[in-house]
């Protein structure tokens, strides 16, 4: 077997794991900031974001037929969504924290 035919899906699935890492990932300055950091880190790395919005996700499980129902015996949890404005020529960043730890990061529209 040639080489470069185990060679081509190896360099694929790497740049499939690379775009989902870039998904996930924001960078302020030299410093990465990386799913599962907290605020406080996040804040020391990035400073200040310039929205910040909290709502309360009620809780929920998936019954046994795969619909999702919300459990109001259980405590919701607390979703909070901050967006940094790197500027006119860099695009926005959404990051969103469940509890308090960076689940999500979604680039927006560029800054103002």
């Not at 989902?20 to 799913?35: E, F, K, P, Q």
């Not at 046994?64 to 979703?79: A, F, I, K, L």
Request: aromatic fraction near 8%.
């Amino acid at each position: 077997m040639n080489k470069a035919w185990v060679a081509i899906p190896v360099a694929l699935t790497l740049l499939g794991t690379e775009a989902a890492w870039a998904d996930t990932n924001l960078r302020c300055g030299n410093r990465l900031v990386t799913v599962e950091d907290s605020q406080a880190s996040i804040r020391s790395k990035c400073g200040e974001p310039s929205e910040i919005s909290t709502l309360i996700e009620p809780a929920r499980y998936r019954n046994r037929w795969g619909e999702w129902v919300v459990d109001r015996s259980q405590p919701g949890n607390e979703v909070t969504v901050w967006v940094y404005n790197f500027g006119r020529d860099k695009l926005m960043m959404q990051l969103r924290f469940v509890n308090g730890t960076l689940q999500d990061v979604q680039p927006l529209d560029y800054g103002h």
